[in-house]
Every structure is written in structure tokens, then in C-alpha cells.
């Protein structure tokens, strides 16, 4: 009991978990900031004083949110205040609005998404993880967006997590609970006049949406294939046996099918502790990939950025290096191998999967300064 206590006091002083319990809305903040449009669909209840807390609603309810993305902001940082934010350094919420139906929601969406570029006509949900109010995960993929110029729809699914250190009992069940409203947020999605609807997870939001495929799939096989063009798990906080038993219930995966991973991840280590299984492989700390062996999936190590990122739990958006080496095409060529394609390329669903593990690393120079 004891190595569990400390193991979780370890979890409570991780840099990704930062959690603020109030975020007031500021819509001066455009004023000095640049605007991010994050939707949001939540299973979170809604308090009297119309915010989104931690309580579960057995409804999903669906939101516009307009972030202010400061002018120092510098790619893979993300600073925000609680009850007086600073919007000249801090990502601020500078409108909220929340939709009367479901109705209401897809007409908005088909209009922010009418007269866009093919290549821009899609929609990236986003689903966050552990430890992760709503105003969190608004401001977390309003910064990825920025900072990797994702330039169609940015949407989260915003599940009843704690938002606490010590919730992670709290937040597995609220994994659990939130899964068919993560259903119904992909079919409704789906049936937008986006082209591609990809899906990015984070950590404990990465078991929630490998449960929903599961799910969609046992009642309507090969639905997830045909409606999403893509998925993206980023330190998926997933038991490895775990994940094999639900892509086999899957079967036929989303392509491309891409996770970020890396043995130096101390939260997912500690994960494993407080779970009783520290000699098993959590997914997004897998060493040896050959437990993935034969799977239609890619594994990027990211082990190379993870002391010079802010949180070794989410590389992928906390380092500099990173997330340029991610939208140059030119550097990735250099840097880890010739075919290895860019997030964007990940996301917009134009990359066919190797089967097989890739090491990112800095791009090695050719020839002097």
C-alpha cells in the first residue's frame, strides 16, 4: 500500500498533469490573441453555473468553443491561468457557446467546413485523457492545432474525467461510462460533409476510443473502417494483451492506424504500478514491438525527444523538435527514413501503413553549417 501512495503522490507532480478548476471566459482576449475554434461534445453534467465539471451526463451535449492562443506562444508549450488568466502569455477561453440540439451542432459544423480545400475538409477529434478538465483539453488541442496548422476542424470529446491527480480510480470508470457517447459523437461526425474523420487519443483516451471501436464493431462490422480515415494513439495507457484481444474484435482497422510510444514515459510507468502490473507492457511504453508483431499498425518510438519536451506523457505536443520534425516532410526524410510520412500526412489519412516500428530521432546533417 505504501509504494502505491507513493507511486501516486509521483503522479500528482507530473508536468502533464496541470489542472485548473475554474476557467472564466474572456473575450478580450482576441484582442492580443490568435482565435482557435475547438467543438466540443461532452458526457460531462453541467452545474448550475453552466460549466462542464466532472459529474457524468448520460447525454451528450455539444459545444463551440473559441480559444486565444497567445502571442508568445512557441510550439509544444502550453500555459494557462486559472481565475484571471493572462491572455498576452496564457491561453485564455474567449467564447463558449452551447448548441440547443444535436441538430443544431452538425448544421454548424457543415458550415465552418463548407468551401474549404479538399485537403482541408475534415475533421480531427480529439480524445483527451487522464487528468483533463474540459478547458484543459480545449486549450491542449487548440496548441496542437497551432502548432502542427491543422487546418480543418478541431473537435473534442470531453468524457467526465476527475481532473484531479488522485481521481485515476474516478477516471476509469468515467472511461468506461463515456463510451457510447463517443459513439455517438463518431456517427454523427461521419455523417458531416467532412472527407476524412481522423481520431486522435491521449493516454487513458486512448482505451476509451479502442472500447468504442470495439463496440461499433460488434454491432455493425467493418463500420469503423469505412467512416474514419485514420486513428492516432499517443502514450496509449493500454495493457498490450489488452489491446491485441480488441483489435482482433475489430478486425479491420482504420488506415492509417499510428502510435506514438516510448519506454521513458514515467507516467504510463507508474501506471503500471498502481494497476498491480509493473512487469507488463503498458502500449505506450512499449520496448519490444515484436508483442505487436503481424498487427496493420505503425509504432513511433519518440523516445529521442523526450528529456528536451515538457511532459514525457505527451511528446508528440510538448516537444519543439518534435512536432517541426512531424510537419517537415524534408526533415523526416533525412532524419528517420525516406517513406516516413508527416503528422499532417497521418491525419489527412494519405499514409498506408508498413507494419512495422519507426525510431524518430533529430535529423542527422550532412555537411557543415
Known sequence: MKKLWIALAALA??????????????????AVGTPQTVFS????????DGYFRFDRS???QYLELTVSVPPTHRPGELRFGGR????TTEFTMAGRHAFASQ??????????????????????????GFNYTQSEAAFRSAQMAQDMNLAGAMMIYSWPSRGRALGYAYD???????????????RVVSSSRARRVVVVAHSLGSALTMETLRQIEIRQPGWSRRNLAGVVLISPDIDVELFRKQVAAIRDLPQPFVIFASPKDRALNISGRIRGTADRQRLGSIGNTGDLAGLPIEVIDTSAFVEE?????????????LIAMLNDAEVLSTGVAPEDPTLVEILTGTVQPRNQAVRAGPPQRTGAD
Open 13 to 30: 507532480v507530473l508536468p502533464a498533469c496541470a489542472s485548473k478548476r475554474y476557467t472564466p471566459t474572456v473575450p478580450d482576449a482576441l
Open 41 to 48: 461534445a461532452t458526457t460531462r453534467e453541467r452545474d448550475a
Open 58 to 60: 448520460h447525454e451528450v
Open 84 to 87: 484571471t488568466p493572462d491572455a
Open 103 to 128: 441538430q443544431d451542432f452538425l448544421a454548424r459544423l457543415n458550415r465552418h467546413l463548407a468551401g474549404r480545400a479538399a485537403s482541408e475538409s475534415e475533421v480531427v477529434v480529439f480524445v483527451h
Open 172 to 186: 476509469i470508470d468515467s472511461m468506461m461510462f463515456a463510451r457510447d457517447g463517443l459513439e455517438q459523437l463518431l
Open 309 to 321: 519536451a515538457e511532459s514525457s506523457h505527451f511528446v508528440v505536443a510538448s516537444s519543439p523538435a
